[in-house]
């Protein structure tokens, strides 16, 4: 299969779980309904957003002192066809805003190992969309939530996690939110997704060209091309 054997490991400092810091009561606007049709290109209507919680990376990095976890597995490398072929949606955009961290129920994070970690903390970011390649939802604004973050003195950090920092224009491969957990304020859970694969779904985006993890450059075209071959104009499942 895909996934992999995942290493988990705690370091051995009891914890007291800090509470929940919950994020500002700002939201984006109302985005445009979805609708229904071809999955090519598609731009999107932009509003401004609202939100604006003051954090810059996902990036966490332990302190003395904290509690923290880090989770680490053997990942399978993607090809571009991979991507194209098995992602929900495709998508063109910045970050906007980052939401404080959260914990969440500790569950089997893949079927294959079965391993529960005892706690998990995630992490949402928005992304401003500029540029839908693949898939029907036409909103402005999406939710990405990536594992990792800080939560009172508990840290976790997952291996081959995407990290984000505000600003930076990306292009991503997404997943549909699977899990039952909670949208961010403001998004429902059609707009609430997961990076495909975790790094291998987020490229950078410069230039109007994707640039993979080795620097090498794709362009928008080349990608619209691949779409083309692996969905053709049909809907979604």
């Known amino acids: 299969g895909d996934v992999y054997k995942r290493q988990v490991y705690i370091n051995s400092m009891p914890y007291k779980a800090a509470p929940l810091t919950p994020p500002e009561p700002n939201k984006p606007l109302q985005s445009e309904p979805a609708q229904s049709g071809s999955l090519g290109s598609t731009e999107t209507h932009k509003e401004p957003y609202l939100g604006n919680h003051g954090i810059t990376t996902t990036k966490v990095e332990p302190k003395p002192g904290e509690s923290s976890m880090s989770v680490s597995a053997l990942m399978i490398?993607?090809?571009?066809?991979?991507?194209?072929?098995?992602?929900?949606?495709?998508?063109?955009?910045?970050?906007?805003?980052?939401?404080?961290?959260?914990?969440?129920?500790?569950?089997?994070?893949?079927?294959?190992?079965?391993?529960?970690?005892?706690?998990?903390?995630?992490?949402?970011?928005?992304?401003?969309?500029?540029?839908?390649?693949?898939?029907?939802?036409?909103?402005?604004?999406?939710?990405?939530?990536?594992?990792?973050?800080?939560?009172?003195?508990?840290?976790?950090?997952?291996?081959?996690?995407?990290?984000?920092?505000?600003?930076?224009?990306?292009?991503?491969?997404?997943?549909?939110?699977?899990?039952?957990?909670?949208?961010?304020?403001?998004?429902?859970?059609?707009?609430?997704?997961r990076v495909f694969r975790g790094i291998q779904g987020k490229l950078g985006y410069r230039d109007g060209q994707m640039i993979t993890l080795e620097g090498n450059a794709i362009t928008i075209s080349e990608i619209e091309k691949k779409i083309a071959e692996v969905h053709g104009d049909d809907g979604e499942d």
């Open 77 to 193: 490398r993607l090809t571009l066809d991979d991507l194209v072929e098995e992602s929900d949606a495709v998508v063109i955009g910045k970050v906007v805003d980052i939401f404080p961290s959260r914990k969440v129920d500790g569950k089997p994070m893949d079927v294959t190992t079965e391993v529960v970690e005892p706690w998990n903390i995630i992490t949402d970011v928005v992304i401003e969309v500029e540029r839908y390649l693949y898939g029907k939802l036409q909103s402005s604004y999406i939710a990405v939530m990536v594992r990792g973050g800080r939560v009172g003195d508990m840290v976790m950090w997952v291996e081959d996690e995407p990290v984000f920092n505000l600003g930076e224009e990306v292009a991503l491969f997404l997943d549909r939110m699977r899990d039952d957990i909670t949208p961010p304020e403001g998004f429902d859970r059609a707009e609430y997704f």
